[in-house]
């Protein structure tokens, strides 16, 4: 699975630089969205990946042993999911407001 | 544990709760500003008092032991450069007083300027990881509100690469974070050094070193990453560019200097060469960029990019003088350059123009405001005995004990390079005759533009400042060894937060 999503992680690393070296400034702002989810993917795989080992101690054991799915990166993501969605909101306003705005005269002289 | 450390966080938050609730009062909105950067400049004075004479603080948020929950720890180096951002940000506020229309008041400035400056203290207190990362985060929504408000194309498209470039940065950190957590298991800085150090570091720390490198570079815009800045600091109004020339690009520098003493240990030769001539380019090109520049503020954005380079310098050479150096350069870089981007907003206030070559007459009109303006050029060119000096000297001394000549060659250059540049717009824009432009933008030859009090009295007593820490360096100088030395001492700072257990 780890392997997969390593292919997975590259591929949208790679689809979020190539949408930003286009020459068109809404293909910058899906780039900037790939680029964030990728981060997310990547963060998510470093938590490992293990199917029904949850974080849970059973009674009397002091220590979680073996392999279990660790909550912490699953925590981060979610923080970093919150921040790039108000980010990617702002970016879009931002980009749309940029199309609007015409160069005036007095724009122009500053 | 020292619970006022969440002041410095918690102030600016009430204080744009507060702005908030006067959201259709732009005047009160200001008197909170002043007000509440008054009290948060006495915190931030307080708690420098306190890390000086009691040693390095610490508050575990929600009483969760170290490793487990966010840390505030607030050494020398964190509480000098609290202080200063309350400074900075104060002086912004009296600024902003008269410079910035109520118009822009009315879509929140004075809010945002506050959350901007709880983003900057959070990302210098805190003493976890991906807290940086989310304290930067504050900041950089924050900036990319003032940058755009105001809505004139320039703006937009300053705002958009602005935008662009720290979201990629933020990206990279991200995914560095992310592998760090993965391979170490925490993402508590001292407990991260702890770990690096210990029998087994991680094998790969030199690859998320560089990530972290490249991530920090951008938002400190180390060489060849520092194209946005001078795209996008000079189209905000000068109230705005002063606090983001001052402040933004040191959190960067900031998280460079501790990544790289703390978290990553030395002996990594490699990373601190390429950090070494990562700083001689950035002095180099950063000041020849300034040179040609005929627009004022594109020629001090330059500038500022490359005085970035003095402050890394140190990293590179690696030596506690060589530290002291930089961090007395920091002091007198974030009050130099916020006072630099006040004087473009005088300067255009006074000539109506943001070209230097259709400029002039400024000394004859204003005499006071030019002198002001002369000796912080001095200062920023490092003449003796103002404060860029004192930085500069540390730092060519450091670099003369090891043997670094190349890099003292290159300091030396850009300090005169620097001073060209300097003396350039001062003879442009002060000294010489008024241009016919000029005269036709003013309409009548004998014009004397008053200039607003609050406007003139911060950026005095800012030169003021700087020119104290020029003449008297001692207390700054015993303040930027004595944060060097705890810099350098990570077993202290490991013991401060992780509370003696290894």
């Known amino acids: ?110 | 544990m020292n619970h006022f450390l969440v002041l410095p966080i918690v102030i600016p938050l009430s204080c744009a709760v507060i702005s908030f609730f006067f959201w259709r009062r732009p005047a009160l909105q200001k008197v909170v500003g002043v007000v509440g950067s008054s009290i948060w400049f006495a915190v931030t004075l307080l708690i420098l008092h306190t890390v000086r004479r009691e040693g390095i603080q610490v508050t575990q948020l929600g009483s969760w032991p170290a490793p487990f929950g966010i840390t505030l720890v607030a050494d020398t180096l964190s509480a000098v450069l609290v202080l200063l951002t309350g400074l900075i940000v104060l002086t912004t506020f009296i600024v902003s007083w008269s410079e910035i229309e109520s118009q822009r008041v009315a879509f929140g400035y004075c809010p945002l300027l506050h959350i901007l400056a709880m983003g900057i203290c959070g990302a210098f207190l805190t003493g976890d990881l991906f807290n940086l990362y989310v304290w930067f985060e504050v900041m950089l929504i924050a900036s990319f509100v003032l940058l755009g408000l105001g809505g004139k194309r320039p703006q937009l498209e300053a705002t958009i690469k602005y935008v662009a470039l720290n979201l990629i940065a933020s990206a990279l950190f991200l995914a560095g974070i992310g592998v760090l957590y993965g391979v170490v298991g925490t993402l508590n800085m001292a407990d991260l050094a702890q770990q690096m150090r210990g029998p087994s570091p991680p094998n790969l720390a030199p690859t998320l070193a560089t990530l972290l490198l490249i991530a920090f570079g951008i938002k400190a815009a180390m060489f060849p990453l520092f194209f946005w800045l001078p795209a996008s600091y000079p189209a905000p109004p000068p109230p705005v560019s002063a606090v983001f020339a001052g402040l933004l690009t040191k959190v960067g520098v900031y998280s460079l200097l501790r990544s790289f003493t703390l978290i990553f240990p030395p002996g990594n030769h490699t990373s601190l060469q390429l950090i070494t001539l990562l700083s001689a380019l950035t002095m180099l090109v950063g000041i020849l960029g300034a040179i040609p520049q005929k627009n004022l503020r594109r020629n001090f954005s330059f500038t500022l990019v490359s005085h970035i380079g003095y402050l890394l310098a140190g990293l590179g050479l690696f030596s506690p003088l060589a530290m002291a150096g930089s961090l007395f350069y920091l002091v007198h870089d974030i009050v130099a350059k916020t006072c630099l981007f006040l004087f473009s907003g005088i300067i255009e206030r006074l000539t109506m123009h943001s070209d230097i070559t259709k400029m002039g007459g400024i000394y004859r009109s204003h005499p006071l405001i030019s002198g002001c303006f002369f000796l912080l050029a001095l200062s920023v060119s490092g003449i003796p005995p103002l404060s860029g000096f004192w930085g500069k000297l540390l730092l060519v001394q450091a670099g003369l004990n090891g043997n670094a000549y190349n890099l003292v060659a290159v300091m030396l250059l850009t300090g005169l390079l620097t001073l060209y540049s300097m003396m350039k717009i001062w003879s442009e824009v002060f000294w010489k005759d008024s241009t016919r432009d000029a005269l036709v933008a003013s309409r009548s030859p004998e014009r004397v533009v008053p200039l607003p009090m609050p406007l003139v009295i911060p950026v005095v007593c800012l030169v003021g400042i700087s020119l104290l820490m020029g003449l008297f360096p001692s207390p700054v100088y015993e303040l930027a060894s004595e944060a060097s030395r705890q810099m350098f001492d990570a077993d202290a700072y490991i013991q401060a937060v992780m509370g003696g257990k290894r």
């Open chain 1, 1 to 110: 699975m780890e392997v997969e999503l390593a292919v997975v992680v590259g591929a949208l690393y790679a689809a979020g630089f190539y949408m930003m070296m286009r020459r068109n400034i809404f293909k910058l702002v899906l780039g900037l969205a790939l680029l964030g989810h990728a981060a997310n993917l990547l963060i998510f795989t470093m938590g490992r990946l293990v199917r029904g080992h949850p974080p849970v101690m059973h009674t009397r054991e002091i220590q979680l042993r073996g392999l279990f799915a660790d909550p912490i990166p699953e925590a981060l993501i979610l923080t970093a999911i919150v921040i790039g969605f108000g980010i990617q909101a702002f970016a879009i306003v931002l980009v749309k407001r940029a199309h609007q705005t015409p160069w005036t005269d007095e724009t122009r002289l500053e």
